[in-house]
């Protein structure tokens, strides 16, 4: 693996953007939650394809798909991020999240499983929490049943979270917002049932939540036991899909506080709620869900409220380069030599 570029500051979150042996790009994160130190919480975000093609509506990685990581190149990005700051592979954080949600659709590529499963072994790492965040695919159920087995034997007692991404509860919108075919509510459900056991996180049911995309509590309720799973809720973060797409955000990233009435609707219903605001400071450094920084590196007109952070070549913090925005053909390396 060769590292091309990063963005990003130590007191939120660093992107990297690197090659990996077959001229193909991918792009990691690792990050922190102010006010907490890293030896309390502390975030990975890996690839585990070469973009997607799911084309969801408001996430700017959908724009090309060029195939699946192997094992040894998901784990190429946890062992660099690791080697940053823990060479010897212990890593004494309270939390040690990886989410397996930069680029790619998880339940697509089989080889993610592998990588869950070799992890325990791999670093001495007692905090450590994985994370699958899906849209549940139609044709990937063998993914799931594996992925239930190695929770089962690997992540027991609450050390694993699965997150699924709902969006609304408005079916119609849903197929817009995410274009591909797909489990439904029932089928989550049923799953979700199985998956669960007794000690486990509650299953995550994810809305990024933009105006105009209902959540009915009704609805949840005839799916979706309160004991079982949990709510989160999360800005809509500022991509070109968004905006190209007419979508914005429900939540206001600057009121902190989850005074709204949906929330307090959901939880008179029995839901834990969630709202996951984040850092703002992350939409202005591209390392927030749905963003992809290689997308705005060749966009011509730069967001307002995301991406704002220049791009480095690595190892040479002080010459920060853009990529010429009339040249989409332009290989990102031709800047990185």
Known sequence: MKILAWSGTEAYALIYVA????????????????????????????????????????????????????????????????SQRFPNRFIPVEKFKIQFARLGEPSFNLNVLEVLAVLPDRYQAPGLLPSISTIAPAGTDSFFERLREIKYNKYPGGRFQLQFSMHTTDQKLRDKLIPVKKWGFDQIKKYGEKFYQKGDRKITLNFALA????????ILLEHFNPDKFLVKITPLNPTYQAQKNGLSSYIDVHQRGDDYPLVKE?????????LSLGEV????????????????????????DGYTYPVQKFGSPSLPFRMNPQAESLDIKHFCK
């Open 266 to 274: 959901l939880r008179a219903k029995g839901y834990d709620v969630i």
């Open 211 to 218: 105006r105009e995309m209902p959540i009915d509590p009704e």
């Open 19 to 82: 090659e990996l042996g077959r001229e193909k790009i991918v792009e990691f994160v690792e990050s922190v939650q102010p006010p907490l130190l890293r030896q309390k919480k502390w975030v990975l975000i890996i690839s585990t394809l070469f973009g997607c093609p799911v084309g969801c509506r408001m996430c700017d990685a959908g724009s090309y798909y060029q195939g699946k990581l192997s094992p040894d190149e998901i784990l190429a990005q946890i062992d660099f991020l690791v």
């Open 281 to 304: 400071e992350e939409n202005f450094i591209g390392s927030n869900c749905g963003q992809f920084l290689m997308k705005h590196l060749r966009t011509e007109r730069p967001l307002e």
